[in-house]
Nanobody, 125 residues
Framework: QVQLVESGGGLVQAGGSLRLSCAAS????????MGWFRQAPGLEREFVAA????????YYADSVKGRFTISRDNAQSTVYLQMSSLQPEDTAVYYC??????????????????WGQGTQVTVSS
């Protein structure tokens, strides 16, 4: 079994920054990918960013490209999401997710096998 625990959410003013963390524990896999998704009230969960654990290759949604950076610390089994130039439309619950065996479809929620409990990010205008 795998556990994912997010932290780092909070309230920030527009233009500010936050760093989210996702600590993974439990089983390890040979070629996993870890992703960040977000869900605003009344909307579907959407892809934000993903990173291949093996080689660090990253993927971003167009809406966050240039403002968010995903990274990983394999020794700590932790993935980070550095968020800058935050806007009110970034307000959502942010979820960390793990796909055990990366198949190429990093942007779909159905790809991922494990999910964290989510952390709230609120950006005030």
């Amino acid at each position: 079994q795998v556990q994912l625990v997010e932290s780092g959410g909070g309230l920030v003013q527009a233009g500010g920054s936050l760093r989210l963390s996702c600590a993974a524990s439990g089983r390890t896999f040979s070629n996993p990918i870890m992703g960040w998704f977000r869900q605003a009230p009344g909307l579907e969960r959407e892809f934000v960013a993903a990173i291949k654990v093996s080689d660090g290759r990253t993927y971003y949604a167009d809406s966050v490209k240039g403002r968010f950076t995903i990274s990983r610390d394999n020794a700590q089994s932790t993935v980070y999401l550095q968020m800058s130039s935050l806007q009110p439309e970034d307000t959502a619950v942010y979820y960390c997710a793990l796909d055990r065996y990366y198949s190429g479809n990093y942007y779909s929620t159905s790809t991922y096998d494990y999910w964290g409990q989510g952390t709230q990010v609120t950006v005030s205008s």
